[in-house]
């Protein structure tokens, strides 16, 4: 995957918020504060602003970028959260024009530890950690089987899709929907739902450019 | 929508000019990244104050910054806590050399972004504490969960530890108080009606004419159930009782540890509220519920407190922190102890609470 | 209707028995009749001040009771004057012998009752004097009719005739001050919502998504015309306008003439409000219009002032004269002089407005 | 007319406003403040539990007592107005036991003047004075062209009802419609209003006993 694709797949993630905005923050009405969808948008309008001036850098450095830029305009859970995982992927891609799949595996790992460390978030604890654990457990299998990035992504999709659907009947522990106990029961995580996007925009970047390609 | 704004995404922004226009011997504002600090800041060898959070609490926080309360407040977006460069920024701007207690909800969203921020400061060499409040008894569970949400007490607290930091506390006296009013608050909320967010233009929930949240928080979230609303007594009952009834309440919360360099979890145990104890009664309205409602509550409450030998030796009562426009009211009883007397009493000059001077 | 209320026909006396409860160090309720006054009343020789009208305005009166500002105020049913016997017995209660100066809002029902307790008081030896306020510019003619309302300038009089009172004054000057002051401030409010009174139980008027009442009094009457809900700046720029382009207003009010011995017809002339005054800037909340909203009006405020070359020497934002739960605000503009500004300085301590002290 | 028939006129008036307690406030929603209907009725409410006490009294002393309960209950406009109202005719027929047909127009004239004279408004002002003034005039030339009682206050109630509906097209000067200037045009007075049904009541109590009378 090379910095362009990575470019791309920013571009498509911030059209894809823009156009879920309202949707991310009705899930977020129903067992939150109603902010998620505008707090993403804010953040990747910000992003898409910053990105022609790194364009031509390392895939390490536009996601430096991605990170800070999201610490500093996004707040809330999901700024930090996003802005973590950013900056642990800038950092496990550091100085790399382009991407393997290990490059691509060691990316999301690291990110989603990030993410477990400052939220300290469990699997089955209703966010974003549900849709981001089973997708990069797919792709590392595909990958350990040998498999090339567009289907290790297509796959870790699926099980994001997943991962995003079985946030439902979850009973949340973590983030604001814990403070209503069973009655988030039934609801769609929406930190769970931008995280699916996100991938699913990776997956777009990449089979965008399947042609393209080598 | 029937608000008086300008374009929702600059109404945070807006209301702050407002603010540094109206109250410029009290407050400045730094616009880029936000936050509100005492005219006068930084003040040398003094603990700095600091707190912050999603705006539509107002008055909390900016409205309590100045002297004898808060140093800087940080405010996000509605709802939506604020990013540590914010925080980092204020803690630069305040820092009089004796360190720096940041006082935080405990939402995720908050605690991770200014746990964040401690790490940034700490690594340019600032001494913070971050201390949470998680006083809201609607909460239960708190094992592997999020624990209880900050409300009502972070007003208290913000003004108790202020005067002790104005008084010459030093950095650990001001965290070990604040730590001290948390677990010594409690707090229950309720919403006769939603409050709408500027930005997504309609209520964050529908209620019936005859329906209420209870054990609401403070970002028009609903509550742990709806039920009917009844007379201001028999609500005020529900409330109370709530507190009365909360037992020891044990979680665990991470703070910095500073001979160890790094963070580390404790676990805190509320003490229990018995007969006998002297409290502060704070009533407060969500937005839209008036002052001569909340007397109604305060008055039943006060009933309340004499039948369980509870003696209120202070209150409060108005709008402190509040959900925006939304109707309905929390309570809060914090155990007094006489240092805490001492220092709520003290002199307090900020553009939402004021006395002694 | 979704309010904490027990039954409505409680609602004014459980209010202010909550008041008593909570401020018991500052005020003393009186119930049958009902009045608030200072638990120190009366204050040998100094000049007493009362005021009074219906309830729902809160904090005025009640909550403006206390050290520096009122000696007594006299609560009504929501949105009904009080009657003469209330501020009868409110009079002989807080007498301490130098006189009474009744501020009364001009509204022919308030007008009407005080009247009759002037008669009766002095009836009985009391020198009374009372006071109109009617600043409210929504109201055009003056001729052959009520006249103009009193509204926000009524809190500021209070606040400053108040403070003339406890630096003993004498009733004559405390009277020409206050009349100074009337003439000297100017209001105008709108509502984006009605209220709702207690006993009617659904909203006095009815509004469109889009729409406002602009000119509006306190009591939840609709205003002067009903109008398109624009932004927050546009609708401060139609308060200001009203309130900048009000000329010279003439009107005839009847006071008590001490020398004559009755009633007699007196003719006021507001003096203009020149480019180069200093003035006291009032934003108001009518009750559930969040604070983070009235910084936005106050931003255009003092924007227009600037241009306008008026200078905002003092300033006052928050909900201190409520039409119950209405959403919507009010501005007042009152030219100060140096007096006014010492007098609105001084130490004030009352449940709902207190600094110096 | 005697002084049961006045109890009896006040308990009718009593049942009267209660009946119409929400269309009297609505009457003020429109122009004023929501609140005639419910201040009317408290102070009636009142009077009729002060009303046993002094059944056996003479008339004068019989509305005295009316007058300083409403002054004392009602609050707002028609609270000094009414107290005035009844404070005035309580004076002008101090003392009796019965009321002749002079009696009583000296009783309503009185009435009148304190209400000119308390709330100075003038015929066309929108306010119950633009019932009393015809309602009064229609009984003076009745009694003085010789009819009796019942008959001169059925043409004063006929005056009455045509007074209080012709303020519906005045741009009301006093009182709280003052306000609403030419929004107050189109709409029924509601002092104009409760000011019809005090007369309308008083022709009831009269009628109701004309068998039992001489
Ligand atoms: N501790 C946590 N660990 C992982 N994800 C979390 C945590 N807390 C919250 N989240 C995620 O953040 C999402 C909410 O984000 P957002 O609405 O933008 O922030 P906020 O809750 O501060 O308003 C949740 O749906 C959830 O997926
Ligand atoms: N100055 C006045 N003279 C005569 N009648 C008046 C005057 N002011 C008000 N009224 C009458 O009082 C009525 C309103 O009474 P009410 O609603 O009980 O009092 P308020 O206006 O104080 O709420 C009006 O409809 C009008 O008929
Ligand atoms: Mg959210
Ligand atoms: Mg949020
Ligand atoms: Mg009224
Ligand atoms: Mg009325």
Not at chain 1, 66 to 84: E, F, H, N
Not at chain 2, 5 to 26: Q, Y
Not at chain 2, 263 to 270: A, K, N, R, S, Y
């Amino acid at each position: 995957m090379t910095n362009q694709q990575i470019i791309q797949w920013l571009q498509i993630f911030a059209a894809k918020i823009e156009q879920n905005k309202e949707y991310l923050t009705e899930l977020d009405a129903a067992i939150g504060d109603a902010d998620h969808g505008i707090n993403m948008d804010r953040g990747f309008k910000k992003v898409m602003s910053q990105l022609p001036s790194v364009a031509n850098q390392d895939i390490g450095n536009i996601l430096k970028t991605v990170s800070m830029t999201l610490i500093s305009s996004v707040g809330g859970a999901s700024g930090s959260l996003y802005g973590t995982l950013f900056l642990r992927a800038s950092t496990a891609v550091a100085g790399k024009q382009e991407l393997t799949e290990q490059d691509m595996l060691e990316l999301l790992q690291a990110g989603l530890d990030g993410v477990l460390q400052r939220g300290k978030a469990q699997l089955g604890d209703k966010t974003m950690v549900d849709t981001l654990t089973p997708a990069v457990t797919a792709f590392r299998q595909a990958v350990d089987q040998g498999k090339p990035m567009l289907s290790a992504m297509e796959e870790a999709v699926v099980a994001a899709e997943v991962g995003m659907k079985d946030t439902i009947p979850m009973l949340a522990k973590k983030g604001r929907a814990s403070y209503l106990g069973e009655r988030s029961v039934g609801h769609q995580d929406p930190g769970a739902t931008s995280c699916y996007l996100i991938l699913k925009s990776l997956l777009e970047a990449l089979s965008r450019n399947i042609g393209s390609g080598e | 929508m029937k608000k008086l704004i300008n374009k929702p995404e600059d109404f945070v922004r807006e209301s702050l000019e407002g603010m540094a226009s109206a109250h410029s011997d009290l407050i400045k504002v730094h616009y880029d990244p936000a936050f509100v600090y005492r005219a006068d800041a930084p003040i040398k060898d003094k603990v700095a104050i600091i707190s912050g959070g999603g705006s539509g609490h107002e008055p909390m926080h900016a409205g309590f910054v100045g002297m004898g309360m808060l140093d800087a407040a940080c405010p996000g977006e509605i709802f939506t806590s604020p990013t540590p460069d914010q925080m980092l920024e204020a803690t630069k701007c305040v820092d009089g050399g004796a360190g720096i207690i940041y006082i935080v909800k405990n939402y995720s969203g908050d605690v991770m972004n200014f746990e964040m921020a401690t790490e940034l400061a700490r690594s340019e060499g600032i001494r913070v504490l971050n201390i949470l409040i998680d006083d809201d008894v609607a909460v239960k569970d708190s094992l592997y969960t999020q624990g209880r949400r900050g409300v009502g007490t972070t007003v208290l607290a913000e003004k108790i530890c202020g005067a002790a930091a104005q008084q010459g506390y030093n950095l650990q006296q001001v965290a070990d108080l604040c730590r001290r009013v948390n677990l010594n608050g409690r707090s229950m909320g309720l919403a006769l009606t939603s409050c709408t967010v500027p930005a997504k233009g309609t209520p964050t929930f529908e209620l019936g004419d005859g329906e209420i949240e209870m054990g609401i928080g403070i970002h028009g979230e609903p509550g742990r159930k709806r039920q009917v609303l009844k007379s201001a007594d028999e609500m005020t009952e529900i409330l109370m009782r709530s507190l009365l009834e909360d037992t020891a309440y044990s979680r665990i919360l991470r703070e910095w540890d500073e001979d160890k360099g790094e963070w580390v979890d404790m676990e805190l145990i509320d003490p229990p509220l018995l007969p006998g104890s002297s409290v502060l009664a704070f009533v407060n309205s969500m937005g839209g519920t008036p002052l001569s409602e909340l007397y109604l509550v305060y008055r039943k409450l006060a009933e309340i407190c004499e039948q369980q030998g509870l003696q209120i030796v202070r209150n409060l009562i108005g709008p402190y922190i509040t959900s925006l426009d939304m109707f309905g009211c929390s309570i809060t009883l914090l155990k007094l102890d006489d240092e805490m007397i001492k220092l709520w009493d003290a002199p307090v000059k900020t553009p939402s609470l004021r006395w002694g001077i």
